[in-house]
């Protein structure tokens, strides 16, 4: 399926490791253009995971699973589900969080949109790695292969720089 252009839906991507930032890059984003409703690829893949598999609380390992089993099984279920659910709902700004795929990324672009990756530091400046989930699993790997639009940094302990930095980043998007 090509996934083309919603009329009057602008799109926007954010891409980043687990705990980058990217729900609060799309809290900030949201909160400045209204009639913004934020997504994300897991949306449906936590409503798979809780009616056939026994998900009773956002359990980042069992959201891996059942969402590379389900795109084995069909490549497109999760690009589907998502952008037939912005068709339906027709915001003035879809935000969608977790682009994790390079066809995630690549259904944003066909879509006239824009990807941003969110890049989280320490306070030394090293690259944060979340401790919660596997930062070898094949969801954190395989956004290397995305080539986002523009960058936003997340210095850990500066919450006011970064909203900054993504408000700073509204006009070009």
Known sequence: MTYGPIGGVK???FTGLARAGKDEAAKVLAGMRPGSRIYAFS???SVIARAHHGMQRRAPGVLQ???LAERQRNPSVWLDALYWKIDEDRPSTAIVTGVRFKDEAEMILGMGGKVV???R???????FVSV???SSHETEMSMRWIKPDMT??????HMSDFQGA???LSPLL
Do not use: H, M, P
């Open 11 to 13: 799109i926007v991507g």
């Open 43 to 45: 949306d449906a893949i």
């Open 65 to 67: 699973r059942v969402g």
């Open 117 to 119: 990756k969110v890049v």
């Open 121 to 127: 530091t320490d306070e030394a400046g090293s690259l």
């Open 132 to 134: 919660d989930r596997d």
């Open 166 to 168: 993504v408000c700073a």
């Open 152 to 157: 936003v940094y997340n210095r850990s302990g």
